[in-house]
């Protein structure tokens, strides 16, 4: 089976020196009870480092550590998200951030991505926050997952000037600011703040999501807030694991860098093969992330997915990204698997879609919900 219902590459070669280091660092830390609900002083303050050197002024008192970025939305809805109330986001979006909102019995308000072109619609994102008075909006504007498209500088400043005095947070989940692949780099574009913005942050894209290391951004007095309501949920993150990634962040990314040129390489390889098997399907080349957001030729995403697990090929269906049956005719296709295989999911696809083709196209199926997408 080929599996493309996650996009993520394996571990980053220096994850196991970082936990040999950690595991050598470990015995200073046994003498205290090892209980942080904030997090390591030493990673608060390597994170906070990394948002300085994007140009964001930041303390270490403006983070807590999270078991991942999942955890820090998970935390933040728990805060300040009644049931029944609004909370706004990106249409698609990254379907477990859906599934948290509806868990914590969040209304989905729902803003399109606009089907053409590659930015977002700043004025519908401002108007449904106002009008709906949402307490929270969660977008991904550094390659959005499943699309990859990246809000340009000028449209960031239009939405914080739009949302000035509102009452909405405005949670960033910046889990692939890391991965431009051309263009202007995402983590520049980015450096804009403003009270009343929550960023998201996570090792698991750029380095391992087996780490699960993660951290929210955020004034420290929402911060305190966190610590002490997250207290009521999880107690905190392990050290080692949070030793670990203080070496990795220390280090500075290099296995990052060398890593573009191979994502580039299978994102460009995966296009070539759709082009020559599946040549009415339009797949628009992203500037970053790790996926295709492909537009099918009819709305058959799921019915594709279900007839392409028979053929070894396990998808996430377009409304998986969505809510209420929408995107029937996208499908995500990640680019992280090596060439070889991608070019064998292009070939299951392609006889998935003539299978389909000989069958009623009624037979759609919706997949479950509980489908987890990375
Ligand atoms: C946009 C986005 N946010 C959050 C996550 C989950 O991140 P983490 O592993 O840090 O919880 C993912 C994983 O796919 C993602 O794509």
């Known amino acids: 089976m080929i599996d493309l219902t996650a996009a993520v590459l394996p571990a980053d070669p220096n994850v196991h020196a970082a936990y040999v280091r950690a595991l050598e660092r470990l015995p200073a830390n046994l003498p205290g009870h090892g209980y942080e609900p904030e ?9 906070a480092q990394s948002y300085r050197r994007r140009g964001l002024a930041t303390s270490p008192g403006q983070i807590l550590i999270t078991h991942g970025a999942h955890n820090g939305l998970v935390h933040l809805l728990r805060l300040t998200v009644r049931p029944g109330v609004p909370v706004v986001f990106d249409h698609p979006t990254y379907p477990q951030a859906i599934d948290a909102i509806l868990a914590a019995g969040g209304r989905p308000t729902p803003v399109a991505l606009p089907d053409d072109g590659d930015g977002w619609d700043v004025d519908s994102l401002v108007s449904a926050c106002r009008s709906s008075g949402a307490p929270m909006a969660y977008l991904v504007l550094d390659h959005n997952n499943p699309t990859g498209r990246m809000m340009r ?5 239009r939405l914080l000037a739009g949302l000035k005095g509102s009452e909405t947070l405005l949670v960033l989940d910046e889990t692939l ?67 670990a990634a203080v070496k990795l962040l220390t280090d500075g990314g290099a296995a990052l860098a060398a890593r573009r040129p191979l994502l580039r390489a299978r994102r ?33 995403s799921s019915a594709l997915t279900a007839q392409a697990e028979t053929e070894g090929l396990r998808l996430a269906a377009g409304p998986r990204f969505g809510i ?11 680019y992280t698997l090596p060439e070889s295989e991608l070019q064998q999911a292009v070939e299951r696809l392609a006889r998935g879609v003539k299978a389909l083709g000989r069958k009623s196209r009624q037979t759609t199926s919706t997949q479950s919900r509980t489908v987890l997408v990375y």
């Open 39 to 47: 997090g390591l002083e030493e990673l608060r303050e390597a994170v």
């Open 153 to 157: 500088a000028p449209d960031r400043a």
């Open 177 to 243: 600011v890391e991965l431009t692949l051309s263009g202007p780099p995402a983590l520049t574009a980015s450096a804009v703040d403003a009270p009343r913005v929550v960023r998201l942050g996570s090792m698991s894209k750029s380095v391992w999501g087996g780490l699960r290391i993660g951290w929210i951004r955020a004034d420290r007095a929402v911060i305190q807030r966190l610590a002490q309501s997250r207290a009521s949920f999880d107690l905190g993150v392990p050290i080692l694991e949070q030793l």
């Open 268 to 300: 460009d390889h995966l296009r070539a093969q759709l082009a020559q098997h599946l040549p009415d399907w339009s797949c628009p080349r992203p500037a970053g992330g790790l996926s295709l957001w492909v537009r099918l030729p009819a709305p058959i």
């Open 324 to 334: 209420d049956g929408a995107f029937e005719q996208r499908l995500r296709l990640p």
